[in-house]
């Protein structure tokens, strides 16, 4: 008890309180490896904000120990219970001038540096390459305007990790099917749109967050330092599957992309399909059941049982895959119900969308008088 009576004595001499204080920040710096601040920065664009974080934060941790110290100060040392009587006075010019031109020079302070960043952040000129993005629900195109490479990158998560049925991976709702690929050291212009409602392209590690609004090009960039894998989400809420919308930025060294990029060209000459190539009834159902796993399950379920909290009819014995085929073509590419199904006469080729629907038209137990689109069926559609 003596021990304990003694330790409050000495909590109360401000050479005590001083020296505690300066011991907890001097701890600061190993917070930024803790799990809930910034991701480790690999642009220079998010290091420039890391540091302003930083900087702006201490200049208020600064203002706070003054203002409150000063406070509290004030309201223990000059208490009436000691004796202190308040002083009567009012309007002190030269007291009004230093409050107001200390904050002005504090603003000013603060406001350099983070108008030097945002300047940064939006310088978009003389890039390296350019990648158009889009946003979809619930998936990101990226096109590669210099290469001709285009792509769609899916969720990868398995569907029984989602509904709890295995156990959670590491990389849980944030692994895709095919990442953007990009090399190090290089300065990407990435431009960002959307194709239905609004999202947003946001990877932590770049420092990089921009809105993909439909209608609109918006720009901006990063330059990675060294080869890795990044992972953000769209940060809009954009939908019931906003949150099943991962990206993955795959950084490469300049000559493990350049071989990736001849890969890519090489296997998108050969997926190149003819339109007027006459297909089997077959050959179009495997393709489909490809094509359907990767499009439509997400909504109508593998098994084609729909999903009615989504407004995804099911698919078994549904009236439009049974009736006219032109019309359920109609309907995948232009999509119906005020965009409950989307349109996908951009997403899909002439080819997977004859396959997708050859797929519906034959599987669970479906047995449609006309079960057999051909690709240029749909080439005509479009017209």
């Known amino acids: 008890m003596v021990r304990i009576r003694s330790g409050l004595r000495s909590l109360r001499r401000p050479s005590t309180l001083i020296a505690a204080g300066l011991a907890a920040l001097a701890t600061m710096p190993a917070w930024a490896d803790s799990s809930w601040y910034f991701q480790t920065p690999v642009t220079e664009t998010a290091r420039d904000i890391e540091r302003l974080h930083d900087f702006i934060f201490w ?25 202190h009587q308040a002083a009567q006075f009012h309007e002190n010019t030269m007291v009004e001038v230093v409050w107001t031109i200390i904050p002005f020079l504090i603003l000013l302070f603060m406001a350099y540096p983070a108008t030097r960043t945002i300047l940064s952040m939006h310088d978009t000129s003389a890039p390296d390459m350019t990648i158009k993005v889009t946003g979809y629900q619930w998936k990101w195109n990226y096109d590669y305007l210099d290469d001709g490479i285009s792509f769609y990158s899916n969720l990868a998560t398995p569907l029984a990790q989602i509904e709890g049925r295995e156990q959670k991976g590491e990389h849980y709702l944030l692994e895709v099917d095919q990442p953007l690929v990009v090399p190090a050291d290089t300065k990407i212009r990435v431009l960002v749109t959307a194709g239905d409602v609004i999202h947003a392209w946001w990877v932590p590690a770049f420092g990089l967050k921009q809105d993909a609004i439909p209608g609109f090009v918006r720009d901006t960039w990063f330059r990675a330092d060294k080869p890795g894998i990044y992972r953000g989400q769209c940060a809009e809420l954009c939908g019931k599957e906003h949150g099943f919308m991962p990206i993955v930025v795959e950084v490469k060294s300049k000559a493990d992309y350049a071989t990736w990029r001849d890969d890519q060209k090489k296997k998108l000459a050969a997926a190149a399909d003819d339109p007027n190539k006459v297909w089997t009834a077959e050959a179009l159902a495997a393709r489909g059941h490809t094509v359907f796993d990767a499009n439509c399950a997400a909504c109508h379920q593998a098994g084609g049982t729909g999903n009615p909290a989504m407004g995804a009819p099911a ?69």
């Open 59 to 83: 200049i208020c941790v600064v203002i706070f120990v003054g203002v409150f110290g000063t406070m509290f100060y004030s309201l223990f040392k000059h208490r009436k219970s000691v004796g």
């Open 315 to 383: 698919l078994v014995n549904d009236k439009v895959v049974l009736g006219p085929k032109e019309h359920q073509i109609d309907v995948v590419l232009n999509g119906q119900n005020n965009g409950k199904m989307p349109p996908w006469k951009d997403a899909l080729s002439d080819t997977d969308v004859a396959a997708a629907i050859t797929y519906t038209r034959n599987s669970w137990g479906n047995k449609a008088e006309q079960n057999v689109v051909q690709p240029s069926e749909v080439k005509a559609a479009r017209k």
